[in-house]
């Protein structure tokens, strides 16, 4: 098997994910695109690491586990503020969302 | 080795088939459910790439817990369960030329370096040799010696997120 073949397929989940973010306006589908972004990250990191093996092989793995438990932390408190813009406005359309525009 | 080649051309073609979906559909709970799909296949590839238990943790983290908490978001934010339209916003024509854009830069960086570089096969290393190098065993030895501050750090983190998300969503 090629290197290119993960790395490209972690690209295309990568610029997927990229897509999802810039064009939905629905809070949770925003975060399941960020999920998709991480996923792809995971696999660049242990195709590389199994690339190089021996220690590398070992770090991607313990690395992708990282990013996994960073990336169930950041779902729990993005679906908390989610839910919270819910209870004050009673949508979850982030376009409505511009307190921070001047 | 072709063998393993067929199975990776089947799961990468599920999971950006339904990746596509996921960020094209217009139901949330679908959405949901194409994101379970996605996550599987991703998980099935880390076993083509000798990882098992990253492989295990994804199946049980990310389908078992992640997605759950995604349609508990759903539910908890009374989001329309048919057809909606109003998931979209008006930028997706300029999105899909950054993602385009991005897609081919990185392709042309990742041929033009890698081109036809060959993953190691390990075809003369026995079952035995390949799990003591980076099997479960070896990935638990590593994780509680040489990165055992990062894991702590890792544990004080999901900890503090925890905490964080029931300020934030307690109702008082």
């Known amino acids: ?102 | 080795m072709v063998a393993q080649n067929i199975a990776f051309g089947i799961l990468a073609a599920a999971s950006v088939l339904s990746a596509l979906r996921l960020v094209t559909t217009k139901n949330v709970v679908h959405a949901a459910l194409y994101l379970v799909v996605v996550l599987s296949s991703v998980g099935a590839i880390y076993v083509l790439l000798f990882a098992e238990f990253v492989a295990v943790v994804q199946i049980l983290v990310y389908v078992g817990a992640i997605v759950v908490l995604f349609l508990f978001g759903i539910m908890l934010t009374r989001a329309q369960l048919g057809r909606a339209d109003t998931l979209d916003n008006d930028q997706r024509g300029i999105a899909a030329v950054t993602a385009l854009f991005l897609v081919g830069v990185l392709t042309y960086v990742l041929v033009d370096y890698f081109g036809d570089d060959k993953l190691p096969d390990y075809e003369n290393m026995s079952q035995a040799a390949l799990n003591a190098e980076r099997g479960t065993r070896a990935v638990g030895d590593s994780i509680f010696s040489t990165y055992l501050v990062p894991f702590e750090a890792i544990g004080l983190l999901l900890t503090a997120a925890l905490v964080g998300a029931i300020v934030l969503a307690r109702r008082d």
């Open chain 1, 1 to 102: 098997m090629l290197i290119n073949q993960f790395l490209l397929l972690g690209a295309a989940l990568f610029c997927i994910g990229v897509y999802g973010v810039l064009a939905r306006k629905n809070g949770v589908l925003v975060l399941m695109s960020i999920e998709l972004i991480l996923n792809a990250v995971n696999i660049n990191l242990i195709a590389f690491g199994h690339l190089w093996g021996g220690e590398s092989a070992i770090s991607g793995q313990v690395f992708a586990l990282f990013t996994i438990a960073v990336a169930a932390a950041e779902v729990g408190v993005g679906l908390a503020i989610i839910l919270l813009i819910y209870r004050n406005r009673t949508s979850v359309d982030l376009d409505e969302v511009d307190m921070m525009k001047g």
